[in-house]
């Protein structure tokens, strides 16, 4: 069987190198709770967002270097949502929802996020303000599309950096934290 490789990549601006700290995140109850209802062999929760730590990563069919490869990544940070986990190989989802097996040493804890991927294409602006309140100032415009990394969020906004602006955006227009969830790095 010949496998079958497609090259995805994410409209995006260049990523701040950060380093990894560590992570507490809180889900609120009700809102979220059965994210936090599932633990995987890892002992971390199911499903968790995190990023990709190479600039060429394979997304394979199935949980090992045997099966054939359907995507492959070729920039680092895109942000993944682990759904599963086996043995090394953690399942996956991106932000345009394929799905597929990634060894989990190509990826990371940092959490990056997209803006608003169900908008690419459209004539829209979203906008990075200094304050996570609607009436702050403007710190940037950004694309649908852009990834970002990710620094807090309070359950409706997040601070996030983009290509060295940084600022907040509201949670509901990226991809890459959970409705709700708040988050620190």
Known sequence: MSSRIVFRALLCSTLALVS???????????????????????GLPLPRFVSLKSN???????????????????K?????????????WRRVRDADGAEGW??????SG????VAA????????ELLLRT??????????????????TLK???????EMEFSGHRGWISQTQIWGAYPGETYKD
């Open 20 to 42: 990894l700290a560590t992570v507490s995140v809180t889900v609120p109850l009700g809102q979220a709770a059965a994210q936090t209802a599932a633990v995987g062999p890892s």
């Open 56 to 74: 060429r990563v394979n997304l394979r069919i199935g949980p090992g270097i045997n099966y054939p490869v359907d995507w492959l990544y070729l």
């Open 76 to 88: 680092s940070g895109v942000p993944m949502e682990i759904i599963q986990e086996y043995d090394n």
């Open 102 to 107: 990634i060894n989990q040493s190509l990826l």
């Open 110 to 113: 940092r959490r990056t996020a």
């Open 117 to 124: 991927p169900w908008q690419r294409g459209e004539d829209t």
């Open 131 to 148: 304050d996570p309140d609607t009436t702050s100032r403007i710190v940037a415009k950004l694309e649908p599309g852009v990834i970002g």
């Open 152 to 158: 807090t969020c309070n359950g409706q906004w997040c």
